[in-house]
C-alpha cells in the first residue's frame, strides 16, 4: 500500500506552520528574492509611515482610518503570498519529517578484514561510523543501516519506509538490483552489503533536503519569469512617478496612498505571490508520485520533452525474459545441447541465464566441471560462457557466435539460422550455443509485452512526446516489439554508447530527450539526457547519474513524470496570464478614480459604476489581496492537464484563464465595491 498522496490541502498543522512562518518571511533579506513581493513590503513599510505621519497631524493625506485600512491590505497581501509559499515548504517538511523517522541511528554488522582478506567475524558499530567502501553483514530482520551494493547473496527487502509501497522486493548481487537504501529492512535471508556512500550523503539524507527545499534551485524558466514580472514592476513604478506631473498640471493632488495602491494593483502580484509555490508544489507532485526530482529544473524540463528513450525489457515487455524452448542442431542430440546451453548458464546470473537453468532442470551447485573459467557477458563481446578441459563454451547473439564460428573456419547450420528468423519474427530472442567455435543449437527467450502499454504510448504521442525503444535484441525480434507496442522508433542491438549517440544526435537537433536506467552501463546515457530517471533499485551509479530517481522501480513511471512537468508549466502560464489579464479590471477601477473629479470626462472609463474614488480603491486592493489564497489550492495541485496539442492546449487556457483573468476582477471588485459602501 503506498503512501497516501492525497493528504488535505489545508491540514490544520500545516497551516499553523505556514502562518507561523508567513511572519519570519517578511525580513526583507528573505522578501529581496522575490522582487515582486519585494516592492509590495516596501509599500506597505511606506503606508505604516504615511499612518504614522498622519498621527502627527498630518492633514494632507486624508483619513488615519482610510490609510490604516489600505495598510492593513497591503501588509495581508505580503502575509497571503508568504503564506503560499510557506504552505508549500510546509507540506514537503511534512514528508521530509516522515523519511527522517527512518533515519535512526541503526546499529551495523560490520565486517572487518585481515590485510586484504575479508574474514566471517562482523562488529556491531553505530552506523554513522560506516564510511564508503566498509562491508557490512545483514540477515532476516535488520534495517539496513546505510546505502550500498550487495556483493554476495540474495534477500527479500522491504522498501515501505522509502517508498510506501508494502509489497517487499528482491535484491541479489549481480545485475542491475543489487542497489540497496539505508533505512529499508531485511526481511530473509543473508546478504553482504558494500557502502557506497559517506555518512550523511545517503540518499535517504538527499531525499530529506530536498524535500524540504533546502537543496531547491529556481529553474531557468522560472528565473526568466521572474526578470520578467521584475521588468514589469519597474515599469510600473516609471509609469506612477511619471502621474505626479499629470496631477500637478491637473490640480488634482494625489495622496500617497493613491499611488502606493496603483502601484501594488497594477504590478503582477498574483503570480508573483505564487511563483515560488509553483515550483515549490511541482516537486512536491513529483515526490507523491514516488519520483525524487534532484531539482525543480528536471521536473521543469520534463515537461518540454521531445523524446523518450525506453528498455524495452521491463518497461515495454513484462521483463525477465525466460527461456522457453532448445533447439539443437540436427547433427546433436538434445540432451548434449541442453548440458551445454546449461553449463554456458552457470556464471549467469541475469534472470534470462537462471531462466534457462530452470528450463533445463540443472541445479548450480549439482554441477562439476574442472577448473572452469567463467566468461562474463560483454556489450562488446555480446556473449557469454564457460571454458574447462579444453572445451569452450559459448552462448550470446546469433551475429556474434556466427562471427566467432566463421572465424574458426566452421560453417553456421542453415537449420539453426532458419531458427533464429522464426524465433524473431514471432517476437522472442534467439540466443546461440557454440561449443568449440561450432554452432550447435539455439535458445528461444521470450518477452510478454505489457497490457495497457499502447494506450500510454498513444498519450504520449498525443503530448507531441516521440518514443524510442532501447533494446539489445536484433532488428527483427526489436521491430516486432515495436510494431506491436506502438512505439515511434527503436534502436536495436544497443550498445551504452549507442544511446549516447542517439541522444546526442537528438539534442543537436534541438530536441529536449529523457531516459530511464538502472544499470551501470545506463549510467553515460542518463548523465547526458535532459531527463534521466533512475531506478531506485538500480545501481549507484545509475542513481548519481539521473537527476530523478523512481522509488517504485516502475520504468513507465516517465510518462507520469512528462505529464507532472507539463503541469507544472501549464500551472505556470496559467496563472501568469491571469495575473497580467487582471490588471485592466484594476486599471478601468482607479485611474478614474484618482482624476474623476478635475477630468469629468473619465467618468466614460469608470465602466463597473463604483460608487467613489476611495471605494474605487479600496476595492481594488481587497481584491488583489484575496485572489492570492483563493489561488493558492490552484497553485498547489496545479491545473487540470489533458493530453491535448499544444494549439489546442493554448486556445483553452487563454479563453479560461485569459479571458477569465479580465472578467472575474470586473465582477470581484463590482461585488467589493457593494459591500464597502455599507460601511462608509
Known amino acids: 500500500m503506498k503512501r497516501n498522496t492525497h493528504s488535505k490541502l489545508f491540514d490544520s498543522a500545516l497551516v499553523i506552520e505556514a502562518i507561523r512562518q508567513s511572519f519570519i518571511k517578511l525580513n526583507p533579506r528573505v522578501m529581496f528574492r522575490n522582487p515582486v513581493m519585494f516592492t509590495v513590503e516596501v509599500g506597505t513599510a511606506y503606508m505604516l509611515g504615511v499612518c504614522i505621519w498622519i498621527m502627527s497631524g498630518e492633514k494632507s493625506q486624508g483619513s488615519l482610518v482610510y490609510n490604516g485600512i489600505i495598510f492593513s491590505i497591503l501588509f495581508l497581501t505580503v502575509l497571503f503570498a508568504n503564506f503560499a ?8 517538511k511534512a514528508q521530509a519529517d516522515s523519511l527522517r523517522k527512518t533515519r535512526e541511528e541503526t546499529p551495523a554488522k560490520k565486517i572487518f578484514a585481515i590485510g586484504e582478506l575479508y574474514v566471517n567475524e562482523v562488529k556491531i558499530v553505530p552506523s554513522s561510523e560506516l564510511t564508503k567502501g566498509d562491508l557490512f553483514l545483514c540477515e532476516a530482520g535488520d534495517i539496513i543501516p546505510m546505502d550500498g551494493e550487495i556483493m554476495e547473496g ?3 527487502i522491504d522498501e515501505s519506509a522509502i517508498t510506501g509501497e508494502s509489497a517487499p522486493v528482491i535484491r541479489e548481487a549481480g545485475g542491475d538490483k543489487s542497489s540497496v537504501t539505508g533505512g529499508t529492512k531485511v526481511l530473509s535471508d543473508r546478504i553482504q552489503v558494500q557502502v557506497t556512500t559517506e555518512p550523511g550523503e545517503s540518499f535517504l539524507d538527499k531525499m530529506i533536503a530536498l524535500v524540504e527545499g533546502a537543496s531547491r534551485q529556481k529553474t531557468p524558466n522560472e528565473i526568466a519569469l521572474t526578470i520578467l514580472l521584475a521588468g514589469f514592476t519597474l515599469i510600473f513604478i516609471i509609469i506612477c512617478i511619471s ?11 494625489i495622496p500617497i496612498s493613491s499611488y502606493i495602491s496603483l502601484f501594488v494593483c497594477l504590478i503582477p502580484t498574483t503570480i508573483g505571490g505564487l511563483l515560488s509555490a509553483i515550483g515549490i508544489a511541482g516537486m512536491d507532485r513529483a515526490l507523491r508520485a514516488n519520483v525524487i526530482a534532484k531539482s525543480g529544473k528536471a521536473v521543469e524540463t520534463a515537461g518540454d520533452i521531445d523524446t523518450l528513450l525506453l528498455d524495452k525489457t521491463g518497461t515495454i515487455t513484462i521483463g525477465n525474459r525466460k527461456a522457453t524452448h532448445f ?16 553449463l554456458s548458464s552457470l556464471s549467469d546470473t541475469t534472470p534470462e541465464g537462471k531462466s534457462i537453468l530452470e528450463l533445463a532442470g540443472v541445479q548450480p551447485a549439482a554441477v562439476k566441471v574442472g577448473n572452469p573459467v567463467f566468461i562474463r557477458f560483454t556489450a562488446e563481446t555480446r556473449s557469454s560462457g564457460i571454458d574447462f578441459s579444453g572445451t569452450r563454451i559459448r552462448k550470446g547473439a546469433y551475429d556474434a557466435i556466427k562471427n566467432l564460428s566463421e572465424k574458426a573456419g566452421n560453417s553456421f547450420p542453415v537449420e539453426i539460422e532458419e531458427q533464429t528468423k522464426i524465433i524473431s519474427s514471432n517476437g522472442g530472442t534467439p540466443l546461440v550455443v557454440s561449443e568449440n567455435e561450432k554452432v550447435i543449437g539455439v535458445i528461444e527467450l521470450q518477452d510478454i509485452i505489457k497490457t495497457g502499454i499502447q494506450e500510454r504510448f498513444q498519450r504520449l504521442r498525443k503530448m507531441g512526446v516521440k518514443t524510442v525503444m532501447v533494446t539489445g535484441d536484433n532488428p527483427l525480434t526489436a521491430k516486432y516489439i515495436a510494431e506491436k507496442a506502438g512505439v515511434d522508433d527503436f534502436i536495436a542491438e544497443a550498445k551504452p554508447e549507442d544511446k549516447m549517440i542517439y541522444i546526442r544526435k537528438e539534442q543537436q537537433a534541438g530536441k529536449l530527450v529523457a531516459m530511464m536506467g538502472d544499470g551501470t552501463n545506463d549510467a553515460p546515457a542518463l ?15 545509475a542513481k548519481e547519474a539521473g537527476n530523478m530517481v523512481d522509488l517504485d522501480n516502475d520504468p513507465t513511471k516517465l510518462i507520469e513524470v512528462v505529464e507532472i ?10 496563472l501568469t496570464t ?3 489579464a487582471n490588471d485592466v479590471a484594476k486599471y478601468f477601477a482607479i485611474v478614474p478614480a484618482l482624476f474623476i473629479t478635475s477630468i469629468p470626462a473619465l467618468q466614460a472609463l469608470n465602466i463597473m459604476r463604483l460608487h467613489s474614488p476611495q471605494t474605487a480603491i479600496l476595492s481594488a486592493v481587497i481584491f488583489n489581496a484575496i485572489i492570492i489564497p483563493l489561488l493558492i489550492p490552484l497553485a498547489l495541485k496545479g491545473v487540470a492537464y489533458k493530453p491535448i496539442g499544444a494549439s489546442a492546449l493554448l486556445r483553452r487556457n487563454l479563453l479560461y484563464y485569459g479571458l ?14 457593494l459591500a464597502v459602501t455599507l460601511f462608509i
Open 565 to 574: 512537468g507539463k503541469q507544472l508549466l501549464m500551472t505556470r502560464g496559467t
Open 660 to 673: 477569465g483573468g479580465i472578467l472575474i476582477p470586473f465582477i470581484g471588485i463590482k461585488l467589493i465595491d
Open 85 to 92: 509559499e510557506a504552505l508549500a515548504e510546509a507540506r514537503g
Open 327 to 342: 533447439f539443437p542442431a540436427k547433427d546433436i542430440a538434445e540432451e548434449h545441447f541442453i548440458r551445454c546451453a546449461a
Open 243 to 253: 502621474l505626479s506631473p499629470f496631477s500637478d498640471y491637473a490640480k488634482t493632488p
Open 154 to 156: 540474495i534477500a527479500t
Open 527 to 541: 548523465a547526458q539526457a535532459d531527463v534521466g530517471v533512475a531506478m531506485n533499485s538500480g545501481t549507484a551509479a
Open 578 to 580: 491571469f495575473s497580467i
